[in-house]
């Protein structure tokens, strides 16, 4: 469940292997970002977790994809407005909205639209939440959550 949790990151994101379901047409000037992220969870039930990822789409509608390191599935989330599902190794899990289920998964609420600002390098407050973009030139951004607790951090690192 906790693997799930990255999917939904930018925010939070998140692929079977194999055969998974397509995600819903994003427009053909959509946004794509691939890359590396990593996110770690401090507190009680502290965690951490990083992968390859492969992002089209905005907070509306789009799709998020983790890699191994060897280019293989771990999931696979994919929403749309109204619908929002998650295909992993531990199967399939959907929510009404892409924040529900990210809440849902991670235990943790994730600032998905913040999140694709970040990635296109604007500034977007978010209570709780700092953004680093100062290299959102060179494809980096951290960003990390001081409260609520527990406190996060998200590093993505851009390869397009």
Do not use: K, Y
């Not at 946004?31 to 990822?53: C, I, N, Y």
């Not at 191994?68 to 407005?81: E, K």
């Not at 959550?145 to 851009?158: C, D, E, G, V, W």
């Amino acid at each position: 469940m906790r693997l799930a949790f990255v999917a939904l990151i930018a925010m939070l994101s998140l692929v079977v292997s194999g055969c998974a379901s397509r995600a819903p047409a994003v427009g053909t000037g959509a946004d794509f970002w691939s890359g590396r992220l990593a996110l770690q969870v401090e507190g009680r039930d502290a965690q951490s977790f990083s992968a390859l990822f492969e992002l089209r789409g905005d907070d509306q509608r789009g799709e998020l994809v983790l890699l191994s390191p060897l280019g293989n599935r771990l999931a696979q989330l994919t929403w749309t407005d109204g619908q929002a599902e998650l295909v992993s190794s531990e199967g399939r899990r959907s929510s009404s909205s892409l924040d529900a289920l990210v809440q849902d998964v991670a235990g943790t609420s994730v600032p998905i639209a913040a999140l694709f600002e970040w990635l296109r390098g604007h500034p977007m407050a978010v209570p709780g939440w700092e953004a680093d973009l100062s290299a959102s030139a060179q494809g980096r951004v951290v960003a990390r959550r001081h409260s609520p607790p527990p406190a996060a951090s998200l590093r993505i690192a851009l390869t397009r």
